[in-house]
């Protein structure tokens, strides 16, 4: 256990809908990541931070923005919800000193 | 998640037998590897790791094997139990000139089964 918390860790919402994401750290990592799961694809990131306001796009960051305002929160939010983007999304810390991440519990979430 | 077991290659083992996972990563340029195991509605845990300048590492009942040559790392779990039930899958890095890139290129996995 790293540390790392996600929340809420289930959500349905609609189309259209604004949904924001939380990963919550309490050791103080430099180093977030978001991810998303989905069957037949590896882990795919969206979006990391490497410093409080500082944040830098991955290979599937369309319809995704994020926000670190300070160091053990890491937010992402979709703007406006669409089905493709129902997923389990996972964030991610990079263990101090090391390139090992270490992963957080997951959020389901379903956009209907 | 609960679903990540779908469509992915799968291995059946009786328990107490040793597995053999595999994986081919495509980038010479890798130099630092770990596999997670991920049970079902659980995020990835970490198991062990390699750097490029080893052939193999021992960890408790696990073996990573990494052949350079060939572009391929596996995870031998000793005795397996019917605990490591589970999707394991692999990850490499990229140093560039800068130092590592901070950023982790994932396999797909493969899905463990272990029949008592």
């Known amino acids: 256990d790293a540390g790392i918390t996600q929340s809420p860790r289930h959500k349905v919402t609609e189309t259209g809908t604004p949904v924001t994401l939380r990963c919550h750290q309490t050791?103080?990592?430099?180093?977030m990541y978001w991810y998303r799961q989905d069957p037949g694809h590896g882990l795919r990131l969206i979006h990391y931070?490497?410093?409080?306001?500082?944040?830098d796009k991955g290979e599937v960051s369309d319809g995704y923005s994020v926000s670190r305002s300070k160091t053990e929160d890491f937010l992402l939010t979709l703007e406006s919800a669409t089905s493709s983007q129902t997923s389990v999304y996972f964030c991610?810390?990079?263990?101090?000193?090391?390139?090992?991440?270490?992963f957080g519990p997951g959020t389901r979430l379903t956009v209907l | 998640g609960e679903n990540v077991g779908l469509h992915l290659p799968t291995l059946s083992v009786q328990e107490g037998d040793n597995s053999i996972i595999n994986c081919a990563y495509s980038?010479?340029?890798?130099?630092?590897f770990i596999w997670y195991k991920q049970e079902s509605g659980k995020g990835p845990q970490f198991i062990i790791d390699?750097?490029?300048?080893?052939d193999k590492r021992q960890g408790q009942r696990v073996t990573v094997l990494l052949n350079k040559t060939v572009k391929h790392l596996s995870l031998q779990i000793a005795a397996t139990q019917p605990g490591d039930s589970a999707v394991y899958f692999c990850?490499?890095?990229?140093?560039?000139?800068?130092?590592?890139?901070?950023?982790?290129?994932f396999g797909k996995g493969t899905l463990l089964t272990v029949n008592p």
């Open positions: 991610a810390i990079r263990g101090g000193g090391t390139d090992t991440q270490y």
């Open positions: 390699i750097r490029s300048n080893m």
């Open positions: 931070s490497y410093g409080v306001k500082d944040t």
């Open positions: 990850a490499e890095n990229i140093s560039n000139s800068g130092g590592s890139n901070y950023k982790l290129t």
């Open positions: 050791e103080n990592h430099r180093y």
């Open positions: 980038n010479s340029a890798s130099d630092y």
